[in-house]
């Protein structure tokens, strides 16, 4: 509960700065948010998109999730949310609509100080069921993401071991916890031993921050995912209101032309533009 007032209040901040009145009426402003795996992708996207086009200026504050971003974007304080997550039913009734813009890697991450290369699915699987070993002899420290959260629900999948692994770790008493995208990915990196199941595009943005792992030998990669060697993927989505913004609509394109799905590949996304 704690948790979700501090995450709550969070939020109302930061639509109150989103709604404040643009400082120039001479450019457009787009805002941005979303989850905080998509928009380390975003970022060097936008800073591309505006020297291309200087009468738009995006703005994009501190990660507010997936669902805190789809709600801002229905309340019209938001003009674009990256979503880590389709749209539910009652969010489309609420005039929004949702485009597919890519996948990135669903990718084994452990702190760098760790002396492995990578791990089997049932290795990790059995290290989230309670193995308290690496191979090296390090302390294994899980890293876990709230039961409703998305990671939470793919790591579930991956498969029934990995399920029943996650229910175990859940039951477990002073487990570490990263609310977000941002303060799973900074648990790992501070923490020895530490491994998580997140996006690649979070370690691409830090490089040498983490150690991405081998997932039962196969290197989590843009184009191991386009091959389909690399099977383990998380979506993200751009969702939007019906009446799309101009400057919205702008960037939306110039994340689905070429040079867009270049830079987005080069920082963990393969951009696949359905709907």
């Given amino acids: 509960m704690a948790s979700f007032l501090k995450a709550a209040l969070a939020v109302t901040a930061v639509l109150s700065t989103f709604m404040a009145p643009p400082t120039s009426s001479a450019a457009e402003t787009l805002r941005i948010?979303?989850?905080?795996?998509?928009?380390v992708v975003v970022k060097p996207l936008?800073?591309?998109?505006?020297?291309?086009?200087?009468?738009?200026?995006?703005?994009?504050?501190?990660?507010?999730?997936?669902?805190?971003a789809i709600k801002a974007v229905s309340r019209n304080a938001l003009d674009l949310?990256?979503?880590?997550r389709p749209l539910k039913p009652a969010e489309s009734a609420e005039g929004l609509i949702q485009k597919q813009w890519g996948r990135t890697p669903f990718a084994v991450?452990?702190?760098?100080?760790l002396r492995v290369s990578g791990v089997s699915l049932n290795e990790l699987a059995a290290m989230y069921a309670g193995s308290s070993k690496w191979p090296g002899g390090e302390l294994v420290r899980v890293v876990l993401r709230p039961n409703e959260d998305v990671d939470t629900k793919l790591t579930r999948s991956m498969s029934p071991e990995m399920d029943r692994g996650v229910s175990a770790a859940q039951a477990r008493k002073?487990?570490?916890?990263?609310?977000?995208?941002?303060?799973?990915?900074?648990?790992?990196?501070?923490?020895?031993?530490?491994?998580?199941?997140?996006?690649?595009?979070?370690?691409?943005?830090q490089p040498n921050a983490v150690a991405v792992l081998k997932l039962d030998g196969v290197?989590?990669?843009?184009?191991?995912?386009?091959?389909?060697?690399?099977?383990?993927?998380?979506?993200?989505?751009?969702?939007?209101?019906?009446?799309?913004?101009?400057?919205?609509?702008?960037?939306?394109?110039f994340l689905e032309s070429r040079k867009g799905r270049a830079l987005a590949a080069k920082y963990g996304v393969f951009v696949t533009g359905t709907k």
Avoid: W
């Fill in 81 to 84: 949310a990256i979503s880590g």
């Fill in 109 to 113: 991450l452990a702190n760098r100080q």
């Fill in 46 to 68: 936008a800073v591309a998109f505006q020297k291309e086009n200087p009468g738009i200026i995006v703005e994009m504050e501190k990660s507010l999730g997936s669902s805190a």
């Fill in 33 to 39: 948010n979303g989850t905080g795996a998509g928009l």
């Fill in 219 to 253: 290197q989590p990669s843009v184009a191991n995912v386009a091959s389909g060697k690399y099977r383990y993927v998380k979506e993200m989505h751009l969702v939007t209101r019906k009446d799309v913004p101009a400057a919205a609509a702008k960037f939306i394109k």
């Fill in 174 to 205: 002073d487990m570490l916890l990263g609310i977000t995208d941002d303060e799973a990915f900074e648990v790992v990196k501070k923490t020895e031993g530490a491994v998580a199941v997140m996006a690649l595009s979070l370690a691409l943005s």
